[in-house]
């Protein structure tokens, strides 16, 4: 598996607050996404990254931003965390071979509850 | 709207049955498309399609893409209790993006 890890694991947090997820990749990996995934939802892209400093949005961006300072971590920032933030948050990364990537490769997930 | 339908939502099956999975898309430049099995925790990597009509195998597991038609199926045969999981497909299209369905759950019951 490829190394690819979260943190935190877990976050309770008040509604105003600013949030910010960690994403740390050991693989050299081009390409990083987060997604949250929610009930009837799937996985849906936040933001993603295709190298440092190149980032763009995904379907969902309202409210979050993201930064790529170095290849093996990707911040996501909630700039004031809402309920309807509530959702477990997935990083992925992959790398790419020519015209296609390879699959992504995914953390464990953080499960963050706004309340 | 770039998108990713996958059905049915949910399936319930004996062990033994063979089950065929339904992923129809919709997106601009197509690249690949991939599928996922989430059990508890983080989605793994089943298999990556990218050309029609050559079928992907591993095991009892094997995926099918037809371009032309936009779908990709995922058959599994002799189901047994650990293949219940969710099976999301995901498409990867434009220069970066991978979006994906809102998964099938399976449930096999002994």
């Known amino acids: 598996d490829a190394g690819i890890t979260q943190s935190p694991r877990h976050k309770v947090t008040e509604t105003g607050t600013p949030v910010t997820l960690r994403c740390h990749q050991t693989?050299?990996?081009?390409?990083m996404y987060w997604y949250r995934q929610d009930p009837g939802h799937g996985l849906r892209l936040i933001h993603y990254?295709?190298?440092?400093?190149?980032?763009d949005k995904g379907e969902v961006s309202d409210g979050y931003s993201v930064s790529r300072s170095k290849t093996e971590d990707f911040l996501l920032t909630l700039e004031s965390a809402t309920s309807s933030q509530t959702s477990v948050y997935f990083c992925?990364?992959?790398?790419?071979?020519?015209?296609?990537?390879?699959?992504?490769?995914f953390g464990q997930g953080t499960r963050l509850t706004v309340v | 709207e770039d998108k990713v339908v996958q059905s049915p939502l949910s399936l319930v099956v004996h062990e033994g049955d063979t089950v065929t999975l339904n992923c129809s898309y919709e997106?601009?430049?197509?690249?690949?498309l991939l599928w996922y099995k989430q059990e508890k925790k983080a989605p793994t990597f089943l298999f990556m399609l990218t050309s029609s009509g050559i079928e992907k195998k591993s095991g009892r597991l094997s995926s099918i893409l037809d371009k032309k038609e936009l779908f990709s199926i995922l058959n599994i045969t002799a189901t047994q209790t650990g293949d219940s999981a969710v099976y999301l497909c995901a498409v990867e299209y434009n220069t970066d993006k991978l979006i994906f369905g809102t998964g099938t759950r399976l449930q096999v019951f002994p």
């Open positions: 693989e050299n990996h081009r390409y």
């Open positions: 990254s295709y190298g440092v400093k190149d980032t």
């Open positions: 992925a990364s992959s790398r790419a071979t020519g015209f296609f990537h390879t699959e992504a490769f």
């Open positions: 997106v601009t430049n197509f690249r690949s």
